[in-house]
């Protein structure tokens, strides 16, 4: 069973505060996803990533995969009050493969 | 922009009748897929269909639940004898086959 363990479980910042998810496996994966979640909402794509090492940038928002495929991380600057959500990692072993999902982060930022 | 939609956004029904989700995946999209949610639980896979049939399925979908692409638009998943334990939000899910899966917003589902 491939398992994506993410961290922390739970995150409450302050407004313009920086902040990092962590996303580790055992397994290699061809791909990683990440998504944020509203209440009663489905995931909602906010990047991938393909290549060991590779980094993304959306805005604020700075995504990396790591060297060995195996473990990604999402880090946020100066965190605002509409960051606040769920956010979820997910790994495809395969293209077209199922998405393995992490338990997510619940990140609140407080004005 | 091109979604994936989903219908109906909330179905309830009893213990044993059957139910019918149903989707319509982005239109230049190759594979489908079905995920649930149980409350305050990961997305967790069912089931992924690709050129008409199923390629891969989790211990999840069993016999009580099936797949079927009616016509080239709508993907469907079927629970024949609903259990208490179905209750759950529905995700379907459509990739071109690369990497990005995109999800449509979810069937609430509640057996009672």
């Known amino acids: 069973t491939q398992l994506l363990e993410q961290s922390p479980q739970f995150l409450s910042i302050q407004e313009g505060e920086n902040l990092t998810v962590y996303c580790n496996s055992s397994s290699v994966f061809s791909s990683l996803q990440w998504y944020r979640q509203e209440p009663g909402e489905g995931p909602v794509l906010l990047v991938t990533?393909?290549?060991?090492?590779e980094v993304k940038k959306l805005k604020r928002l700075t995504f990396q995969f790591g060297d060995a495929r195996k473990d990604s991380s999402l880090h946020i600057t100066a965190a605002q009050p509409g960051d606040t959500g769920l956010y979820l990692c997910a790994g495809a072993l395969e293209y077209g493969n199922k998405l393995v999902f992490g338990a997510g982060t619940i990140l609140r930022v407080k004005s | 922009e091109p979604e994936v939609t989903q219908t109906p956004s909330h179905q309830v029904t009893q213990m044993g009748q059957e139910v019918i989700l149903r989707c319509v995946p982005i239109s230049n999209h190759l594979y489908f897929y079905w995920y649930r949610q149980i409350l305050g639980q990961k997305v967790e896979f069912l089931v992924s269909?690709?050129?008409?049939?199923?390629?891969?399925k989790s211990e999840i979908f069993d016999d009580q639940f099936s797949v079927e692409r009616p016509d080239g638009s709508n993907f469907t998943l079927k629970i024949r004898s609903t259990k208490l334990e179905d209750s759950a939000m529905y995700f379907c899910?459509?990739?071109?086959?690369?990497?990005?899966?995109?999800f449509g917003p979810g069937t609430r589902l509640t057996v009672t």
């Open positions: 990533v393909v290549t060991g090492g």
């Open positions: 899910a459509s990739t071109t086959g690369y990497y990005e899966q995109y």
């Open positions: 269909f690709y050129n008409n049939e199923i390629s891969e």
